[in-house]
């Protein structure tokens, strides 16, 4: 499944899960992308060609702030997407600019 779908569903994951993405050309949105229960709870082997990406309950929290930060607006896949990328890039929260 695409990353950019995967993040639709992200509120239905428990928090113990993890976002992993195929990394062959870098992570974008439409990198596939799987939630598998995190390897230091479960022991799960983390699939080849996948690289961790972020704890579901991180995700959550980054777009509960998003939300919150733009009078409770919820986002698109696109801005999760935004959202989770620049707090990866920048460890922070993506200002809202309007």
Known sequence: ???IYLL???????????LYASSNRGVNENSEAIAIKSHY????????????????EL???ILIVWSDWRQGR?????????AIQYYLENDAYL???T
């Not at 639709?8 to 993890?18: G, V």
């Not at 479960?42 to 704890?55: A, F, Q, R, V």
């Open 1 to 3: 499944m695409k990353l």
């Open 8 to 18: 639709d569903w992200i509120e239905t994951f428990d928090d113990e899960y993890a």
């Open 41 to 56: 709870i479960s022991g799960t082997e983390i699939p080849e060609g996948m690289k961790y990406l972020i704890d579901v």
């Open 59 to 61: 995700a959550k929290e």
């Open 74 to 82: 919820k986002p698109s896949s696109h801005e999760k997407y935004q």
């Open 95 to 97: 200002p809202n600019e």
